[in-house]
Structures are given as C-alpha cells and as structure tokens.
C-alpha cells in the first residue's frame, strides 16, 4: 500500500479521503445534536465540533485502514 489513490493519474492522499468522509458524517450528525437541543448542554460549540470531527476522523481511519491493506 502506497497510502494514496489514484484519481486519473493524480495522487491524493488517502488521509484527505478519509477527512471528506468524516466531515461527510459529521454534517448530518451536528444538525441532528442542533435539532434535539444537545448544544443548549455544550459552553463552547465550535469546540465540541472539532472535537466530534476528530473523534469521527479516528473511527473512519480505524475503520478504513483494515479494509485498505491488501
């Protein structure tokens, strides 16, 4: 495994691949929290995403990573 893909013929990193599908994830999970009130529980907003954004970007690579190595 390189750690690549290859997009016609240019290389993107698969991090940044598995940054767009966390961030993907995290769209619909942040407007649900919003929805149900869950922020009014938050004192720093912003925060808490970034946080939720990486703890999401984790388990997508822990996910991913298994099923990339072949």
Known sequence: MTGELDLYGVFVPSL???MLLAFAVS?????LLARI???HLVWH???F???LYVVL???VVAIAVPFATT
């Open 49 to 51: 995403d970034l946080a």
């Open 37 to 39: 009130g869950f922020y």
């Open 57 to 59: 970007l984790g388990a």
């Open 27 to 31: 769209l619909p999970l942040r407007w």
């Open 45 to 47: 907003r912003p925060l």
């Open 16 to 18: 940044a691949a598995w």
